[in-house]
T-cell receptor, first 113, second 114 residues
Framework: GESVGLHLPTLSVQEGDNSIINCAYS??????FIWYKQESGKGPQFIID?????DKRQGQRVTVLLNKTVKHLSLQIAATQPGDSAVYFC????????????FGTGTRLKVLA | NAGVTQTPKFRVLKTGQSMTLLCAQD?????MYWYRQDPGMGLRLIHY???????AKGEVPDGYNVSRLKKQNFLLGLESAAPSQTSVYFC?????????????FGQGTRLTVV
């Protein structure tokens, strides 16, 4: 079946630097994408989303980029802080008439002091 | 606003025992989901519900049953627990209206089957 995946399982960045977390998706019919943050021992929390008719969306310190040509999604975190340390998941919703989210395996972000 | 609440938070079962995980949401969401999360793997959908009284199988439904008797509650049952069901279980809910809606997650239930 089709799935959402991530290029890097672990990313270490210095505090204050920018972080970029990548995600590849395989279902070209997906029309909605979400990034989640999961801290240790907690459930995933919504960070930002993007529709397939957009290629960029910005939030507070976060930006999501969508490249439909190569089916690639990225999450950029500006001025990474210790509190950003977590596992980040991308998720897609295929436009198949169902509302089932497909999650990637996740990337662990470690912020170094 | 509590959001999505799961009970219990932790549980240890012996092989063959049964149990029910409870998920409650106070956001009047139509859609509810049960996922399991295992090391090195993404969240995998067990069962889901698109409304009160409805349930459907997800990616890994074997060994589990669910019920949605009330809109705000979604129960996940294990009739005869097996060590392979050791996992962290997450419940989620979403509005289900429109196509651009995020899922809200509970804090998880860590289940160990010995």
């Amino acid at each position: 079946g089709e799935s959402v995946g991530l290029h890097l399982p672990t990313l270490s960045v210095q505090e204050g630097d920018n972080s970029i977390i990548n995600c590849a998706y395989s279902n070209s019919a997906s029309d909605y994408f979400i990034w989640y943050k999961q801290e240790s021992g907690k459930g995933p929390q919504f960070i930002i989303d993007i529709r397939s008719n957009m290629d960029k969306r910005q939030g507070q310190r976060v930006t999501v980029l969508l490249n439909k040509t190569v089916k690639h999604l990225s999450l950029q975190i500006a001025a990474t802080q210790p509190g950003d340390s977590a596992v980040y998941f991308c998720a897609e919703i295929p436009s198949s008439g169902t509302y089932k989210y497909i999650f990637g395996t996740g990337t662990r972000l470690k912020v170094l002091a | 606003n509590a959001g999505v609440t799961q009970t219990p938070k932790f549980r240890v079962l012996k092989t063959g025992q049964s149990m029910t995980l409870l998920c409650a949401q106070d956001m009047n969401h139509e859609y509810m989901y049960w996922y399991r999360q295992d090391p090195g793997m993404g969240l995998r959908l067990i069962h889901y519900s698109v409304g009160e009284g409805t349930t459907a199988k997800g990616e890994v439904p074997d060994g589990y049953n669910v019920s949605r008797l009330k809109k705000q509650n979604f129960l996940l049952g294990l009739e005869s627990a097996a060590p392979s069901q050791t996992s962290v279980y997450f419940c989620a809910s979403s509005t289900g209206t429109g196509r651009n809606t995020e899922a809200f997650f509970g804090q998880g239930t860590r289940l160990t089957v010995v």
